[in-house]
């Protein structure tokens, strides 16, 4: 009996991000695209809620379908309530009982050690932010790599392995 990761042959990423920072998340995108392409993973985002539904349900869904979650780390993330207790104290939930991976990733200067994502390790690994990063497409890049590790950890069904 095949599972649904390995019927569908893709990994479900779930994207968290304060829409402040949609240009910085549609530029991680198109750091994702190869792994689109080669059906490895299939990125969801708010943008892709259809007219006609129901935003909130759409989310839910979207977000209980995800083998890993991204949270883009920003001032304006971590100062959304929504974010920070609705979104990613649930999927750290999710992530201790071992149902996800959690990926921080530091778009933009801000104190986040001292918040809910602090006993994670961020990405880019040197925590700097990529936001201020003079060559933001190498730091990008990290961030794709890191996050294709994780996805062959997730397809090769390796249990989840919280990086600290």
């Known amino acids: 009996m095949l599972t649904e990761l390995e019927a569908s042959g893709f990994v479900n990423i779930f994207i968290a991000y304060a829409h402040q920072d949609a240009k910085l998340e549609h530029i991680l995108f198109k750091h994702l695209n190869p792994m689109i392409r080669q059906k490895l993973i299939c990125p969801w985002d708010d943008r892709q809620i259809m007219a006609g539904k129901v935003q909130q349900e759409e989310l839910i869904k ?12 920003s001032p304006d993330f971590i100062g959304s ?22 990926i921080p990733i530091l778009l933009k200067s801000v ?7 602090g006993s994670l390790t961020v990405i880019p690994r040197n925590k700097k932010p990529i936001a201020e ?7 990008f890049t990290e961030v794709a790599r890191e996050i294709k590790r994780v996805v062959e950890e997730v397809r090769h069904g390796h249990p989840f392995v919280h990086i600290l």
């Open 62 to 73: 979207n977000f209980n379908e995800a083998d890993i979650i991204l949270c883009l780390i």
């Open 111 to 117: 104190q986040w050690e001292d918040t809910i994502f």
């Open 81 to 102: 309530d929504y974010h920070n207790w609705i979104e990613t104290q649930s999927a750290l939930d999710k992530q201790a009982s071992g149902e996800v991976k959690v």
């Open 133 to 139: 990063d003079r060559f933001r497409d190498r730091a």
